[in-house]
């Protein structure tokens, strides 16, 4: 499943993103360009790393910093 439509990033580029030791949503976003355009996908990729282990909150910053 596509989760960032402007990058073209699938849930499995996050889970792989997550096994190569992306533990944030900043993290995540670097790794695989997601979030870097409109952000709107940010949300969707958050749900894919905390579904894989960690929980975390996410500040303002981060989704900033994610999103851009």
Same mark, same amino acid.
């Given at each position: 499943?596509? !989760?960032?439509?402007?990058?073209?990033?699938? *849930?499995? *580029? !996050? $889970? @792989?993103?997550?096994?190569?030791? @992306?533990? $944030?949503?900043?993290?995540?976003?670097?790794? $695989?360009?997601?979030?870097? *355009?409109?952000?709107?996908?940010?949300?969707?990729?958050?749900?894919?790393?905390? +579904?894989?282990?960690? $929980?975390?909150?996410?500040?303002?910053? +981060? &989704?900033? &910093? @994610?999103?851009?």
């Amino acid at each position: 499943m596509i !989760v960032c439509q402007c990058a073209v990033v699938s *849930d499995r *580029d !996050v $889970t @792989a993103a997550y096994a190569a030791g @992306a533990r $944030t949503l900043a993290q995540a976003c670097m790794s $695989t360009g997601a979030g870097r *355009d409109c952000g709107s996908c940010v949300f969707s990729v958050k749900r894919l790393v905390c +579904e894989h282990g960690e $929980t975390f909150a996410m500040s303002p910053t +981060e &989704v900033e &910093v @994610a999103a851009s």
